[in-house]
């Protein structure tokens, strides 16, 4: 089975085998050696200088949460949300009791940048928060404009890059960069279960805002300095994450997956193109190169495509919120061969012709 929804991905051998390898203890060299080891590979996919590496066990939306510790309780941060995961990180401050404005834009479309530059000029924000690829719609946001804004503006910015690290670029130190939250099982091509917040040292220096025993980014941080861990991470997963981060590095890193993301992207998106079927948002240069959400064409139910792809040995993936049973997605992370590509294509025509 070819998985086409954003995460999880399908693994090669080499990482699913590092899934059954043995059982460490988590307090052992063994594995103090291996967390060395997969933060400095994390550090090693862009080479960004002056951030710290910290992984956190649970899937993407833990490190997420766990970044927002750099924000300080009495401080008052901007989310700048046109999806999901930008209103899901609104959703968290408000768990997290810290006062925050938002600037919402429809989810077809992209950041509201004039609203957002009012509201950073206008305000005493601590931070900016907002979404790199916002897996929703497939759109890439445009994080240098909003980068742009918070460097002049003196606003450090905090980034979702769950579906976008090591599969599109990231301007550290241009967009003004705090910190960045992602993790193992999307474009790095690892098993769900870790995930991490690549942070810089000066907001590890500051007080730890954490509202969390566990969400807690400078306890994780100050821990694994010390080559320990506070909690259990998922060991196993943890080597596998290992053997993903080495096959990423020996592929040619963040820019040739990227160059692949395209190429099968552009491979679907031609196919549905000649199928006659519409993309969800306006044009084909909005999205980024890990998926595309596409309108379902009249007549075709999601369950009806997606069990007829699924006997075929592709699972794709729905629409959320107000899109489900209107969009179909289909993301091109994780393990797929030119063949697979070739046979999706052949799927389609015969599913949507
Ligand atoms: C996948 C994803 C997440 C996190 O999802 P989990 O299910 O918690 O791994 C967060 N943000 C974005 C943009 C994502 O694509």
Redesign the pocket.
């Known amino acids: 089975m070819i998985l086409l929804n ?2 999880p991905v399908s693994m090669t051998a080499k990482v699913r085998a590092a899934l059954a390898g043995e059982d460490v203890c988590h307090r052992e060299p063994e594995f103090k050696a291996l967390v060395g080891r997969v933060r400095e590979k994390i550090s090693a996919v862009y080479g960004a200088a002056g951030f710290t590496p910290v992984l956190i066990g ?5 490190a ?1 949460e766990t970044m927002l510790s750099v924000i300080a309780p009495t401080a008052r941060s901007l989310v700048v949300a046109n999806g999901v ?1 930008g209103e ?1 990180m609104a959703a968290m401050l408000r768990a997290q009791n810290k006062a925050h404005d938002v600037v919402t834009a429809p989810w077809t479309s992209g950041m509201d940048l004039t609203a957002a530059e009012a509201a950073i000029a206008g305000g005493s924000f601590s931070h900016v928060l907002a ?5 929703t719609t497939g759109r890439l946001n445009d994080l240098a404009s909003l980068g742009a804004i918070c460097k002049k503006a003196g606003v450090p910015l905090l980034v ?1 890059a ?3 690290f090591a599969g599109e670029d990231i301007r550290w130190d241009e967009w003004n960069i705090e910190a960045a ?1 992602a ?1 193992a ?2 474009c790095v091509h690892g098993a ?1 279960g870790v ?1 991490f917040v690549l942070v810089k040292d000066a907001a590890l220096a500051r007080p730890s805002g954490a509202t969390s025993v566990y969400l807690d980014l400078h306890r994780h941080a100050a821990d694994q300095a010390k080559g320990s861990t506070p909690f259990t991470l998922p060991t196993h997963v943890t080597f596998a994450f290992d053997a993903a981060l080495d096959e990423l590095a020996a592929s040619g890193g963040w820019k040739a997956r990227h160059a692949t993301y395209a190429a099968r992207s552009g491979r679907v998106r031609s196919t549905l193109r000649e199928l006659g079927v519409g993309y969800l948002l306006d044009d084909e240069s909005v999205y980024g190169t890990t998926l595309t959400s596409f309108r379902l064409p009249e007549g075709k139910t999601y369950e009806a495509l997606h069990a007829r792809l699924k006997d075929d040995g592709f699972v794709i993936y729905a629409g959320q919120g107000k899109f489900d049973g209107a969009i179909f997605r289909i993301a091109v992370m994780g393990e797929i061969t030119e063949r697979d590509v070739d046979r999706l294509a052949a799927s389609l025509r015969a599913a949507l012709g």
């Open positions: 954003p995460g649970g899937s993407g939306t833990a997420v995961y899901r979404v790199h690829h916002e897996t979702d769950v579906s976008s939250a993790t099982n999307k769900p995930s």
